[in-house]
């Protein structure tokens, strides 16, 4: 069993940054890939970026590509999302997610993912 816990994220206006982190609870942090994803309301949940275990590959969505980044910290059993630029858009509920093994084929279907965080709101006014 992974917990996943979200953090940082918050109201902000269009053109703002925020920085989501999400903690894992396993010691074996470094196998898992990990994502991060979104929904929002009444939509499906749709897929933002993942990356490796080891961090050397990552991927991300079109709609986000130049603007968010990820990261991961393995000492710290912690991934990040670096949102730039944000847009009214990207208003919805992010969730990190994990599975066990390392690389990233598959990596953008939800279905893919095993364990899932309670998700941290991100609120971008215009």
């Known amino acids: 069993q992974v917990q996943l816990v979200e953090s940082g994220g918050g109201l902000v206006q269009a053109g703002d940054s925020l920085r989501l982190s999400c903690a894992a609870s396993r010691r074996t942090f470094s196998r898992y890939a990990m994502g991060w994803f979104r929904q929002a309301s009444g939509k499906e949940r749709e897929f933002v970026s993942a990356i490796s275990g080891s961090g050397s590959s990552t991927d991300y969505a079109d709609s986000v590509k130049g603007r968010f980044t990820i990261s991961r910290d393995n000492a710290k059993n912690t991934v990040y999302l670096q949102m730039n630029s944000l847009k009214p858009e990207d208003t919805a509920v992010y969730y990190c997610?994990?599975?066990?093994?390392?690389?990233?084929?598959?990596?953008?279907?939800?279905?893919?993912?095993?364990?899932w965080g309670q998700g941290t709101q991100v609120t971008v006014s215009s």
């Open positions: 997610a994990a599975r066990p093994y390392s690389y990233l084929s598959g990596s953008s279907y939800p279905s893919s993912f095993d364990y």
